[in-house]
C-alpha cells in the first residue's frame, strides 16, 4: 500500500478520479430550492436585477449573478442555475490550490491535498446551494494565488492581477473584504524594495478602477451614485444595528459566542460536517500534524486568516456557519500541506484516505438530502396551501419563500407583538397560525405565550444546509 500510495501517478490518479466524480455529483445534485430569504434574493434577479426590490439585497452581487444568468439560460430553474455556476467556479479553484500547494509540494501530491480540500463535506453542501459562498470562495483561491504569484518577481505588472480578482470578489461577495490585507502586504513589501511613492499611487489607483467597475454597473441599475450609497448606508445600518446578527446586536455573552464560533461553526460544522467519524479522524490528523515539525505558511495568507476569523466573529451572524468557509479551507491547506509534506507511513496514509473516503461519502449524503428533500419552508408552503380551512400566516422571515412560491393563502411578516396584537383583530373568525420564529421573536420582547399557543405540526429538513429553517414549528394561536 505504501509503495503504490508514494507512486506519484497513482497519487494523480487517484485524486483526479475524486475531483472528477465529486464535480458530477455536486452537478448533479445542485440544490433546485430557494428555501431561504436570500436564496430568493438571487434566484428572483436572474429575471429582473433589482436592488430596491431585493432582487438581490445590496450590495448587488452583480458577478455572480451574471454567472448565474449565463447558465440560467441552458438551465431553465433558476436557483438550480445559481448553484451549477458555483459547483463550477468552485471545480475551477482546483487550479489555484494546486498551483499554491506545489510550491511546497510534488503536483501529485498538491492534487491529492486539493482532493482534500475539496471533499470537505460542509463546503460541497453550501457551494451546491443558489447563495454567492460556493463562487465567492473560489474566486477568494485565484485571489490568493495571485498575490503569492505577484510576490514571486518583482514587476509592477503582476500586482495588477490581484486587484482585479479582489475587485472579482468583492463583486461576488462583499463581506470577504478584510482579505484585502494580503494587497497592503504587497504594497508593504513593495515599499521597502523600491521606497516609491508613484507606484504607490498607482496601485491604488489601478484598485480603485477595478472596484469601479462593478459599482458603477450597480449603480447604474439604481439610476444614480447617490441612490446606491443611500441603500448601502441602510442595508449596514439594518445589518450592524438592527437584522444581521453581529455581536453588536445579538445580546449574546462574549464567551459564549466565542465558543460557539470556533467549535460549533469551524469544527464541528465547518469541518467534521456533523459527522462524529470525520471529527475522530481529524483529530487524529492534528496529533500527528502537532508533534511533527511545524511548517510556516506566508505571512499573509495567516494574517489575513485571522483578521477575516475576527470579522466573522463579530460582524457576521454565527447562528449561520457559512461565514466561515474561508477559514475551513485555510484550516485544511495549512494542516495537510504540513502532514503531507512529512514523510508518511503506511499508518497516516492510511487515516489520510480514510478522511477523503468519509467526506467523500458524507458530503455526497447530505448533497442528495438537500437536492431531493423538499426544504422545511417549501413543506409549510405546500401543506398550508392545500388546507381546506380559512386562517391567516404570521411568518418571520419564511414569508419571503411564500411571496416566491406563490401561495394562495394570506400570510403576514410579523417582528413586534404589539402590531401582531393589532393585526389579528382582521382576523376574528379565521385560525390564526405562526412559525416558531414568531413564538421566540415575542418571547424575547418579554411576552409569554404559553397560554396562547398550541403546537399543530414540525416540518424537518437538513439543518446542516440551512441551520436557521431547517426545522419550522406551527402553531396556533389560541384567544
Not at 494546486?98 to 492534487?111: E, M
Not at 462583499?174 to 498607482?202: N, Q, T
Request: glycine residues 4%; proline residues 3%.
Amino acid at each position: 500500500m505504501k509503495h503504490f500510495l508514494g507512486n506519484n501517478r497513482f497519487l494523480s490518479y487517484v485524486s483526479f478520479v475524486i475531483l472528477a466524480s465529486l464535480f458530477l455529483l455536486e452537478i448533479y445534485y445542485a440544490s433546485p430550492y430557494a428555501a431561504t430569504w436570500d436564496q430568493v434574493d438571487f434566484a428572483l434577479a436572474l429575471d429582473r436585477y433589482d436592488l430596491l426590490a431585493m432582487q438581490p439585497h445590496f450590495p448587488g452581487y452583480p458577478y455572480f449573478i451574471l454567472g448565474g444568468m449565463f447558465v440560467h439560460a441552458f438551465v431553465d430553474n433558476p436557483a438550480k442555475a445559481l448553484s451549477i455556476f458555483n459547483v463550477v467556479a468552485m471545480f475551477s479553484a482546483t487550479v489555484p490550490i494546486v498551483l499554491l500547494v506545489k510550491k511546497y509540494l510534488s503536483t501529485a501530491a498538491a492534487l491529492f491535498i486539493s482532493a482534500l480540500i475539496q471533499s470537505a463535506s460542509y463546503v460541497m453542501v453550501i457551494a451546491a446551494q443558489p447563495m454567492s459562498d460556493g463562487a465567492a470562495l473560489a474566486a477568494l483561491w485565484w485571489y490568493w494565488w495571485s498575490v503569492e504569484w505577484a510576490r514571486e518577481r518583482d514587476k509592477w505588472q503582476r500586482q495588477l492581477l490581484p486587484l482585479a480578482f479582489f475587485s472579482l470578489l468583492m463583486g461576488i461577495r462583499l463581506s470577504y473584504a478584510p482579505f484585502a490585507v494580503a494587497i497592503l502586504f504587497l504594497w508593504y513589501e513593495d515599499w521597502k524594495k523600491h521606497r516609491s511613492v508613484r507606484r504607490i499611487v498607482c496601485f491604488l489607483t489601478a484598485a480603485a478602477f477595478f472596484q469601479f467597475i462593478w459599482i458603477t454597473a450597480v449603480a447604474a441599475t439604481e439610476g444614480s451614485f447617490q441612490s446606491f450609497f443611500k441603500l448601502a448606508l441602510s442595508f449596514t445600518s439594518g445589518h450592524f444595528e438592527e437584522w444581521g446578527g453581529t455581536a453588536a446586536n445579538d445580546g449574546q455573552p462574549l464567551w459564549e459566542r466565542v465558543i460557539h464560533f470556533f467549535f460549533y461553526n469551524i469544527l464541528w460544522t465547518g469541518i467534521a460536517s456533523q459527522n462524529v467519524i470525520l471529527l475522530f479522524l481529524y483529530m487524529v490528523v492534528w496529533t500527528a500534524i502537532w508533534r511533527s515539525r511545524k511548517f510556516l505558511f506566508p505571512r499573509w495568507l495567516l494574517v489575513s486568516g485571522f483578521v477575516y476569523f475576527l470579522w466573522a466573529l463579530f460582524a457576521q451572524n454565527i447562528e449561520k456557519p457559512r461565514h466561515i468557509l474561508p477559514l475551513v479551507h485555510l484550516v485544511l491547506l495549512y494542516g495537510w500541506t504540513c502532514y503531507v509534506r512529512h514523510h508518511l507511513s503506511m499508518y497516516r496514509w492510511s487515516i489520510a484516505l480514510a478522511v477523503l473516503a468519509v467526506q467523500f461519502v458524507t458530503g455526497t449524503w447530505h448533497l442528495r438530502e438537500q437536492a431531493l428533500q423538499l426544504p422545511a419552508t417549501y413543506q409549510l408552503a405546500y401543506d398550508l396551501r392545500d388546507s381546506r380551512e380559512n386562517f391567516v400566516l404570521y411568518t418571520w422571515e419564511e414569508t419571503r419563500v411564500l411571496q416566491y412560491l406563490d401561495v394562495d393563502f394570506p400570510h403576514k411578516d410579523v417582528l413586534h407583538f404589539s402590531f401582531f396584537l393589532q393585526d389579528k383583530e382582521n382576523y376574528r373568525h379565521v385560525k390564526i397560525y405562526m412559525t416558531d420564529h414568531v413564538v421566540k421573536g415575542f418571547q424575547a420582547q418579554g411576552i409569554s405565550l404559553s397560554r396562547h399557543v398550541r403546537k399543530v405540526k414540525i416540518y424537518r429538513s437538513s439543518t446542516l444546509a440551512d441551520p436557521v429553517y431547517g426545522n419550522i414549528t406551527l402553531y396556533e394561536w389560541m384567544n
